[in-house]
Every structure is written in structure tokens, then in C-alpha cells.
């Protein structure tokens, strides 16, 4: 392996490590919080830039689409109005949820009328993401209470049932979509594509705030509390349940966000959420899911050890990630006890 | 009073048909999951043939009903699906699946249980060795055996010394690994890199420059369905010159429409029925593959067909002539006895004209076609209004 390869691989590695980093943060948030391990959060990923290839014009995509609505947006608006029914007791908050719910629909028609290439952009986002705090409401919210375990076989089954509703909605097949900033640009030997730069950005940017939310902000103050003690953050008038929405929503814009982001670089399918979302788990639990730094790094490590793994012997790739990752996971569970603790 | 009596006599007929107990055949097809836009053109081009041949008075007279199930890209599910046609709907034949793990599995049960199968996936191994097993299972579509042929013979007459593969790490892409190495060391092409993907992947920059370390004259990419883009992407972006090889698994719009202008000068082997309209004038499967092309189209629209459905249309070319012979000899009730000879009938198949080919069967070759026939070599161009096709380059007749 000369010098070249090795700057050649080391960029695929940050490039595939921040992805992996970027779910790892949300999922340790989410966890941390609610004690949710959020298996879905890989399809909430594919969910957004699918969602934009419908927003797109034709010529763009290669599809005749227009004027479809695209599945997720009756999704997350079916989901809301459940929201809704649920809090049939208080009718501002129903009506509020309700109005969201057509909302969602509105975006939808709207994007799927025929909007320029950046409006289409947020719009896929916003239909996609009451997806993620709704299904706190509808699934976790409900099991209040429950253990790890409870919540990780929920978390299971809304994976399987979000993957297959994506092959309903979207099809079996990969899509194209537009790089929103196109070309590449050559740092060293290695010409990296831009659009990596804007990963790179987001997953920066993503660090920082969350950073800021936890250590400035109240709500983030809250969330902490609640991470570290959920009976004495509830003493104090924090209410578990608000913290719950508040980590979901940013879990699952973190996700939709960078589904965006990596999209043209990968050309997206239903199916491919759960590997990153289950590689990006992995980091996760390296950093023990309660230590974000450690978490970030270890994303690292799976995407250095994949991308060096895919250089020597392609044919056992996931095989040798994986396994050389169990030495250090045996390693951590043995010396966390945090891990499967209960409040 | 003539139109009712007609209107009677008609009526009357269709009883007749009815009264007949129907044909049944099971099928059993990828009609969603991972293989799915294999499997549903499949499904639709039997659903074609089941009205058709209904509409113009069933087989030998009695009506013919498909049995669909669906077997979600799923091993497990096929077998499953297999053993309810086998046990609850005691279907003469089976029809199916489309992918080769599933077609293997489904092997054992369909020996035991003495029913003849017509598989519509690609690996040589589900028909080959004929043996106490296989000799109940057929199969229409080519093997990559078949496919690497041409591949090799238009690589060598571009002058290749060197090539690349990069594949599937599953059956698909280790059956071509062996298929296209044995090939090429035939043909005095030396093989430096051989490397594997997963449909699933979300990068292939490693095995990429493995290749491109080794700077081989042309790499053939080893995929199906819309996966094989990103291994063709990333060689490009890494500055990649030489040609690219795909194989037949990628012979679906949906290809074209992910990959975008990057594919255009990529060459493959096909059947002939993607290019029906290209083929020469004296190319022997040129009228069926036209006449099946046209039946589809005018179902799903213009431009809906795919190679694959030729491969359903092609099993239901060779098992209708062997059930008209088999009703001769036997009764359907005498069930166990009727799939004997029906087994025997489906080995007996001489010149039958499919989409893919012209379909000679024997005790050892459960198959029966030529690559002469059933390959062409296809190219990807950028045709006059911009849009991407495939142009015929080569035939070997």
C-alpha cells in the first residue's frame, strides 16, 4: 500500500466514518434521554432524499412524477393525526397536531407541484421529519416506563415496518438525485467531491450545536437532566416525556439532513438505511452509547477499518469489520455497567 | 333470436371450458423484495398468458390457471410457497423463482415430491449436473457461462490483455467470478483483480482501487438490477479510462435512468429481446421476441419491457407443448403419473422458438440453449433525442 492509495482510503474512511458518526451522536442523544435505542433512525435517512426524488422536476430524475404525493407524506400525516387523536383531551394541542397533519399534506402537493431544486430540498425535509418525535408519541410514549429491552424489540419492529413501508412507497430500486454542489476538488493527491464538503460541514456544524444546546440553552440543560436521572429531572418540573419529543425531533433532523447530504454521493434505495444505521450503532456503542466524543471516534474507527477492509480482502469485508470490532465491544461490556442500567 | 341463440351457444362453450377442471400451474416469483424488478415483469407476463391463452379456448381444450405466489427475494418463502402449490393446490408444474439461491432451495422439495419445475433464474447449477434431483428441474434463462462467451470474445477483439472483475458477494457475483475467469484464461486474458461488493453497499472505494492499482485494459462489473452504478461511478470518478463491462443483470431501465450519462460506451451481453428491433432480419428468435415485445407493450405501455419477462414467456414456450403432449398419454387425475410424463414430455423439447433462443433439450442438458442464439453484445449509447439506449454491436450466429 503506497502513500497515495493510503490518502485515497483515508478520505473514503472520514467520508463513510462522519456519516457513521452523525447517526452515532443521534442515536447516543436519544438513548441517553429515553433509553430508546432508535434502530429506525437509518431509515428516517433514506426517507428525506427519497422523498425529494419526487419533489424533482423529470428531467431530473428520470421519472414522471409530478403531482404525486409522494407515501411518506401520507405517512407522517397519518402518524400526526394519530398524534392528534391522542390528545383528544386538550383541543388546542389536537387541533395544533391536526393542522399539522394536513400541513404535512400541503407541503407535499405543493413539492409535488413543481418547485425549484432548493424549495423541493426543505420541503422533503419537513414532510419527513414529524416522522421521528410522532413516533415517540404513538409507539414509545405508550410503554412508558418499560425496560431497555421492551423498548429496543419496539424500536425492532418499527425499523422492519418503516423498511417496508419505504419499498411500498418508493420501490425496489436506487434513485439519482442532483449533488447540490456538483464537481470535485483535489486536496493533496485525492479529488474529493464536494458535496462530501458539505457533509463534512453539517457533521461540524451538528457537533457545535449540540454542544451549544446542551452546555447554553435551557431545553438542552433539561435533556441533560433527564439523561443523567429521569425521576430527579421530573422532580425538578422537567417533563420526561417534552425531553423525549425534543430528542427524537433532533435525531431524526440530524438524520434527514445527512440522507440528504449523502444522497448523490450514493445514489439511495430503501434498503440501504439499516447497514448505515446499524454501523453507526456500533460506533455508538464504543463510546459505551452515553459518551458522544467516544461515539464521533468510533465512527471513525468503523469507517477506517471498513475502507481498509474493502482494500485487502473485499470478498469478507463486513465479516472482518465486524469481527475485529468484537474484541473491543467485549472489552467495553465489561467494564460498563451504565449500559444496561435501569433508573 | 339469432343473436340470443348464439349468445347460448356461447355461453354454452364457456361451460364447457369450465366444467373442464383447469389446468393449474404454480408459479412462484420475486414480486417484491430485493429481486423485484425482475420478478414482476415475470409475474405480469404470465398474468398475459393465462387470459390470452383462456381467451382463445385454454390447452387441449381446458382452461389453464397460474397459481402466483410471491416469495419476497426470499429463500425460505420460495420453499414454503413451493410445498403449498405441491400439497394444497396439486399443481401440475411449477413456474419459478427468480433468483438463484431460492431456485436451489426449491430443488429438494420439488424432487421428493415428483413435480417437474421450470426455473427462471440464471445459475447453471440449478439444472447442472442432471442428476436423481435435477432431473425434475428445467430452467430458460442463460447461465453466466453462456453470457461470459460473448464477453470475452468482444474483449479480445478490442484487443484486451488484462481485465478486472468486481461482483456480488452472492451467488450471482461468485457465479460469475468463476464463469468469466475460466472464459478469459481461455481466451489467454489474464484476470488481476477479482473483488466483491454488496448490493448494499454505500461505497466501493476500496475494492476500486485495488483495481485500479493493478491498471487493468477492462473491468467487468458483476451485478444486478441498479447496485453495479456505484462500482462504474466510482472507477470513473477515480479517473478510470479503460472499458467497463456489465453483465445481462443490469438489462433494465431502471439502470439507465440511476447511472445517467457515465454509462454510455459500457458493454454487455443480453438475449436478444432487448434489442429485438435491431436484431437482422434472418435472426431465427427475431418474430417471437417482436411478437412478445408487443404483446407487453400493449398491456404496460411503451418501453415497459425487460428481458426478464422473456424468461417467463420462454418457460411457458416449452411447458405448453410438453402438457399438450403429456394430456395425450395420461390422465390429469392420475396425478403422480401425469407429472412423470410430463417431466419426460419437457426433456423431449426439440426446436422450441422463445424470446431468448431456440430451446433443444436432452437427459444431460436441462436447458437447451446456444449462446449463438441467446447472446448478443449490447452497448449503451446516447441516442438522437439525448436519451440513453442500447445499441446492438455483435452477434454470434
Excluded at chain 2, 309 to 320: C, E, N
Aim: proline content about 5%; charged content about 15%.
Amino acid at each position: 500500500m503506497d502513500w497515495a492509495i493510503f490518502s485515497f482510503l483515508a478520505a473514503d474512511a472520514l467520508q463513510n466514518g462522519t456519516i457513521y458518526a452523525l447517526l452515532a451522536l443521534s442515536l447516543v442523544l436519544v438513548f441517553a434521554v429515553t433509553r430508546v435505542i432508535l434502530v429506525p433512525l437509518g431509515e428516517f435517512l433514506v426517507y428525506a432524499p427519497l422523498t425529494y426524488v419526487w419533489f424533482l422536476p423529470p428531467e431530473v430524475s428520470g421519472l414522471n412524477l409530478r403531482g404525486q404525493i409522494p407515501g411518506t407524506a401520507w405517512l407522517a400525516a397519518a402518524m400526526l393525526a394519530g398524534w392528534a387523536f391522542l390528545e383528544r383531551k386538550s383541543l388546542r394541542r389536537a387541533g395544533l397536531l391536526a393542522l399539522g397533519s394536513l400541513g404535512v399534506l400541503g407541503l407535499a402537493w405543493w413539492g409535488a407541484q413543481g418547485v425549484p431544486l432548493w424549495l423541493g430540498w426543505f420541503l422533503a425535509v419537513l414532510v419527513v421529519l414529524p416522522i421521528g418525535p410522532a413516533s415517540y408519541r404513538l409507539f414509545f410514549e405508550p410503554a412508558k416506563n418499560a425496560s431497555v429491552l421492551t423498548y429496543l424489540i419496539i424500536a425492532v419492529g418499527l425499523h422492519f415496518a418503516f423498511m417496508g413501508l419505504g419499498l411500498v412507497f418508493f420501490g425496489p430500486e436506487q434513485f439519482r438525485l442532483p449533488a447540490v454542489w456538483s464537481g470535485q476538488t483535489q486536496v493533496g493527491l485525492v479529488p474529493i467531491n464536494n458535496q462530501a464538503f458539505l457533509v463534512y460541514g453539517f457533521a461540524f456544524l451538528s457537533a457545535l450545536g449540540l454542544y451549544l444546546f446542551f452546555s447554553r440553552s435551557i431545553y438542552g440543560k433539561a435533556l441533560r437532566a433527564c439523561a443523567v436521572n429521569r425521576y430527579g429531572a421530573r422532580l425538578s418540573g422537567i417533563s420526561p416525556s417534552q425531553a423525549g419529543y425534543v430528542s427524537f425531533s433532533i435525531a431524526t433532523l440530524i438524520a434527514c439532513v445527512s440522507g440528504m447530504l449523502l444522497a448523490p454521493l450514493i445514489s439511495p434505495a430503501y434498503f440501504q438505511g439499516f447497514l448505515l444505521g446499524l454501523k453507526g450503532f456500533v460506533a455508538g456503542i464504543l463510546g459505551g452509547l452515553v459518551s458522544y466524543p467516544l461515539a464521533a471516534l468510533g465512527a471513525l474507527l468503523v469507517g477506517a477499518m471498513e475502507s481498509w477492509a474493502a482494500f485487502q480482502a473485499s470478498a469478507y469485508k463486513d465479516a472482518i469489520v465486524f469481527a475485529l470490532l468484537l474484541p473491543i465491544l467485549f472489552w467495553r461490556s465489561l467494564r460498563s455497567q451504565e449500559l444496561g442500567e435501569e433508573e | 333470436m339469432k343473436r340470443a341463440l348464439i349468445g347460448l351457444l356461447t355461453l354454452g362453450l364457456g361451460l364447457g371450458l369450465a366444467q373442464q377442471a383447469p389446468l393449474k400451474i404454480g408459479v412462484v416469483v420475486s414480486a417484491t423484495g430485493p429481486a423485484a424488478s425482475l420478478g414482476i415483469p415475470e409475474r405480469n407476463t404470465l398474468l398475459i398468458l393465462e387470459e390470452q391463452v383462456n381467451r382463445r379456448g385454454g390447452v387441449a381444450g381446458r382452461p389453464v390457471q397460474f397459481i402466483i405466489l410471491d416469495d419476497a427475494s426470499d429463500t425460505t418463502q420460495a420453499v414454503r410457497a413451493t410445498r403449498r402449490l405441491i400439497q394444497e393446490d396439486q399443481v401440475l408444474a411449477i413456474i419459478g423463482t427468480t433468483t438463484t439461491p431460492a431456485s436451489l432451495g426449491m430443488i429438494d422439495v420439488v424432487a421428493e415430491a415428483g413435480v417437474p419445475k421450470i426455473s427462471l433464474a440464471a445459475n447453471l447449477e440449478i439444472v447442472f449436473p442432471v442428476d436423481e434431483k435435477r432431473r425434475w428441474v428445467f430452467k430458460t434463462p442463460q447461465t453466466e457461462q453462456q453470457m461470459s462467451t460473448p464477453i470475452v470474445r468482444d474483449m479480445a477483439a478490442a484487443g484486451v490483455k488484462t481485465a478486472a472483475y468486481i461482483g456480488f458477494n452472492d451467488a450471482y457475483g461468485e457465479g460469475w467470478a468463476r464463469a468469466f475467469e475460466a472464459a478469459a484464461r481461455e481466451a489467454g486474458i489474464q484476470v488481476v483483480a477479482s473483488e466483491r461488493f454488496a448490493r448494499t453497499d454505500t461505497s466501493v472505494t476500496g475494492q476500486v482501487l485495488r483495481i485500479l492499482a493493478r491498471n487493468p485494459d477492462a473491468v467487468l462489473i458483476g451485478g444486478s438490477g441498479t447496485a453495479p452504478v456505484l462500482p462504474q461511478r466510482t472507477l470513473r470518478e477515480r479517473g478510470y479510462r479503460g472499458l467497463i463491462y456489465q453483465t445481462h443483470g443490469v438489462a433494465n431501465p431502471d439502470f439507465l435512468r440511476v447511472g445517467g450519462d457515465l454509462l454510455v460506451g459500457t458493454r454487455l451481453p443480453a438475449g436478444p429481446v432487448l434489442v429485438f428491433d435491431q436484431l437482422p432480419p434472418d435472426f431465427p428468435n427475431r418474430q417471437v421476441a417482436t411478437s412478445y415485445v408487443q404483446l407487453y407493450e400493449s398491456r404496460f405501455g411503451i418501453g415497459s419491457y425487460s428481458t426478464f419477462g422473456g424468461h417467463a414467456y420462454d418457460a411457458w414456450a416449452i411447458l405448453r407443448p410438453a402438457l399438450e403432449r403429456a394430456l395425450r398419454r395420461e390422465q390429469t387425475t392420475n396425478l403422480a403419473a401425469f407429472r412423470r410424463v410430463l417431466r419426460d414430455e419437457l426433456e423431449a423439447t426439440r426446436n422450441v422458438v422463445g424470446t431468448h433462443g431456440i430451446f433443444n433439450m436432452s437427459p444431460t442438458d436441462h436447458l437447451g440453449l446456444r449462446f449463438n442464439e441467446a447472446a448478443v453484445m449490447v452497448e449503451i449509447v446516447k441516442g438522437p433525442t439525448g436519451r440513453l439506449e442500447w445499441k446492438l454491436i455483435r452477434t454470434f450466429r
